[in-house]
């Protein structure tokens, strides 16, 4: 079946605008979850849903960053008013419920603050 | 709270030679732990994971890993590498209960060399 899907897959956007990602996980997976990926690092967590719910958004980096999941499929992150430090690879991953359950990763979108 | 170390950042090796690539963790309390390897420009992509139960864990493209709770460790393994084995490599770490998030080490860039 079809994989985590997000797009786009490259954004390049000016200081100050606002941005939106999209991701479309696995069909059935309750668990959704962000992370952002800086050149030569490993991901760091930014939030987690369990359907639509917003479990835990301990690691969004301020409050310009911010995630939805309205239906409980289709995942949205929002960053306002962007800074260079905030060009990263943001990542999305679904999985089924359960912390025994393994996250399957999109291919993430490069963002890029000009 | 969790953490993992990767402590090679990069690791040359021959192709068809053997290749260990070393994880440790720090927790609190019981996790889980995973092997995932990233491609250039690509997601993550699950090669194996330790639940529970038997300590040694097969995993995809013919790696394996050895869960040693003494040693806090997850090292992963292969016996003979290949050119397309080149890759980003991570270990993560997550609780197996509360929050189902998961701690990345930095990673380790394993190049296989002819």
């Known amino acids: 079946g079809a994989g985590v899907s997000q797009s786009p897959r490259y954004k390049v956007a000016k200081r100050g605008q606002d941005v939106a990602l999209r991701c479309d996980p696995i069909?059935?997976?309750?668990?959704l979850f962000w992370y952002q990926q800086a050149l030569g690092q490993g991901p760091e967590f930014l939030t987690y849903?369990?359907?639509?719910?917003?479990?835990?958004k301990s690691g969004l980096p301020s409050d310009r960053f911010f995630a939805e999941r309205p239906e409980g499929s289709v995942s949205t992150l929002k960053i306002q008013r962007t800074q260079q430090e905030d060009s990263a690879v943001y990542l999305c991953?679904?999985?089924?419920?359960?912390?025994?359950?393994?996250?399957?990763f999109g291919d993430g979108t490069r963002l890029s603050i000009l | 709270a969790q953490s993992v170390t990767q402590l090679d950042s990069q690791v040359p090796v021959f192709e068809e030679a053997p290749v260990e690539l070393r994880c440790n963790y720090s927790s609190s309390v019981s996790v889980y732990l995973f092997w995932y390897v990233q491609y250039p420009n690509q997601g993550l992509q699950l090669l194996l994971k330790y639940l529970s139960g038997s300590t040694l864990v097969k995993g995809i493209n013919g790696f394996e890993a050895e869960f040693n709770k003494s040693q806090t460790s997850f090292h992963l393994r292969k016996p003979s590498v290949h050119i397309s084995d080149t890759a980003e490599y991570f270990c993560?770490?997550?609780?197996?209960?509360?929050?189902?998030?998961?701690?990345f080490g930095t990673g380790t860039r394993l190049k296989v060399l002819a």
């Open positions: 991953a679904s999985s089924w419920q359960g912390s025994n359950q393994p996250q399957h």
């Open positions: 849903f369990q359907n639509e719910a917003q479990l835990d």
């Open positions: 993560a770490v997550s609780a197996a209960s509360g929050t189902y998030k998961y701690i």
């Open positions: 069909s059935g997976h309750v668990s």
